[in-house]
């Protein structure tokens, strides 16, 4: 079956660290750009980071120097890692490959 299925997500407090996952199932992995995305209630959904297959990054300005993608190709999954999170990061996080995407996962910055 081919999906992307996130991980990683749950209850933080500002300042703290998280570290999402998203592993690909059913599909070719490492010849693809990879991205993440994320939608906070009431916004549009909003690009935060994404890395082509040489491992080219790209970073929204309100996630950078804070978060780092990256991605295994063996293992066929890609990571956010995100640090020094700030609420306005609450949101749900989505993994995405072309038209394809993840369910999402929730990270909430709280204290």
């Known amino acids: 079956q081919v999906q992307l299925v996130e991980s990683g997500g749950g209850l933080v407090q500002p300042g703290g660290s998280l570290r999402l996952s998203c592993a690909a199932t059913?599909?070719?992995?490492?010849?693809?750009?990879m991205a993440w995305y994320r939608q906070a209630p009431g916004n549009e959904r909003e690009l935060v980071a994404s890395?082509?297959?040489?491992?080219?990054?790209n970073y929204a300005d309100f996630v950078r120097g804070r978060f780092t993608i990256s991605r295994d190709n063996a293992k066929k999954t890609v990571y956010l890692q995100m640090s020094s999170l700030k609420p306005e990061d609450t949101a749900v996080y989505y993994c995405?490959?072309?038209?394809?995407w993840g369910k999402g996962t929730l990270v909430t910055v709280s204290s």
């Open positions: 890395i082509t297959p040489s491992h080219r990054t």
């Open positions: 059913g599909m070719p992995f490492s010849f693809y750009s």
């Open positions: 995405n490959r072309d038209t394809l």
